[in-house]
């Protein structure tokens, strides 16, 4: 795809804003299009996740979201449109001729980002924590702040839980070792998880690696493998010092990924690390729409169960962030070049 260098300049800040959006293993599930007169945002298949899956529409709903806050730094009326054909969410009606300069790379949707490192044990003061709070369950989605250990142990089983079982599906190993970018040439492609961001001890990337063939990863399961690999994120959200749930309401997860990007630029405007956490939607979506191998439909119907004790506002969480201080600053990941993101209609 091309196109890149025909964008206006309001149209160029516009998709810059865009492709900063979070999407799951960094797999950036959209395009733009522009045909002169209207700007596209079309959901695609990326990742293993085909462009009607959860984890893309939140991430078009984070896309829609960064576009509505760069229109406002801009000074550019934005309407957005419905879609009118599968797959396109929005069609943005533009003046190519409207002034715009590049958007100032410091603005809060551009230091947006993952921090998957270690946090300090210190709860962030409640100020900061009702600040990313929002919407009300009922009638939309909402975040809700999480700061009760109990409740933190009970996510943490839940992702445990998940995760174990995540690591034991075929289909969802391919696709993680497919994401995973190994060294700095492969991270250069500016999609997938670099390892780097990951924040592994010595010898992990070489780990990870040699499970790539799913044939090894199964023979190692029989042994317990995937508990062990399950452990440490059941472990980072058993000691948070704080968990934000993003939970659909309305089941609207467009509208989710809007709310859940609000929440994210707050959180690292005010300094904090933010990880999200998807397992826990992931399995029970697969559950749901019966995409589970049969031997691990108990123990996803376990996790709903556990999900179901936890009593969340809203139900099932479209996504869990894990919140703190950080220790240090992490690798950030790379986004595709725009070009590969845009194409004219």
């Known amino acids: 795809m091309g196109g890149e260098a025909e964008l206006p300049a309001v149209v160029r800040a516009l998709v810059e804003a865009g492709r900063a959006a979070p999407s799951a293993d960094n797999s950036q599930p959209w395009a733009f299009e522009w045909d002169g007169q209207r700007l596209r945002v079309r959901a695609r298949e990326a990742g293993g996740f085909p462009p009607d899956a959860h984890a893309t529409l939140l991430s078009v709903g984070a896309v829609l979201e960064n576009l509505e806050q760069a229109a406002a730094a801009l000074g550019v009326a934005l309407t957005c449109e419905p879609g009118g054909e599968p797959g396109v969410h929005a069609q943005i009606p533009l003046d190519p001729a409207a002034a715009a300069g590049p958007l100032d790379p410091e603005a809060p949707l551009f230091q947006r980002h993952t921090n998957r490192l270690p946090t300090r044990p210190e709860v962030p003061d409640g100020a900061i924590l009702e600040a990313l709070e929002a919407g009300e369950p009922a009638s939309g989605p909402a975040v809700r702040v999480i700061t009760d250990p109990e409740t933190l142990r009970g996510l ?63 023979r190692l399961n029989r042994l317990g493998l995937y508990r062990l ?62 995409q589970l191998p049969a031997p691990l439909e108990a123990p ?22 894990r919140l703190g201080w950080p220790r240090r600053e992490p690798v950030r990941s790379q986004r595709l070049p725009l070009g590969a993101l845009t194409a004219p209609r």
């Open 300 to 321: 996803a119907r376990r996790l709903e169960e556990r999900v179901g004790q936890l009593a969340l506002a809203g139900g099932v969480p479209d996504l869990l962030l």
């Open 229 to 290: 690999l399950a452990w440490p994120d059941g472990r980072r959200i058993r000691s948070a010092p704080a968990v934000a749930v993003v939970s659909g309401g309305s089941g609207d997860p467009v509208a989710a990924g809007r709310l859940m990007e609000r929440a994210w630029i707050r959180a690292c405007q005010h300094g904090l690390a933010v990880h999200p956490y998807y397992a826990v939607t992931d399995q029970l979506q697969r559950l749901h729409r019966r």
């Open 156 to 218: 943490a089983e839940a992702v445990a839980l998940a995760s174990a079982i995540r690591f034991r599906v075929p289909e969802l190993h391919r696709a993680l070792m497919g994401s995973l970018r190994l060294g700095e040439a492969e991270a250069r492609r500016g999609d997938g998880l670099d390892v780097a961001t990951l924040g592994l001890p010595p010898g992990g990337a070489a780990l990870l690696r040699w499970l790539r063939p799913w044939p090894r990863m199964r």
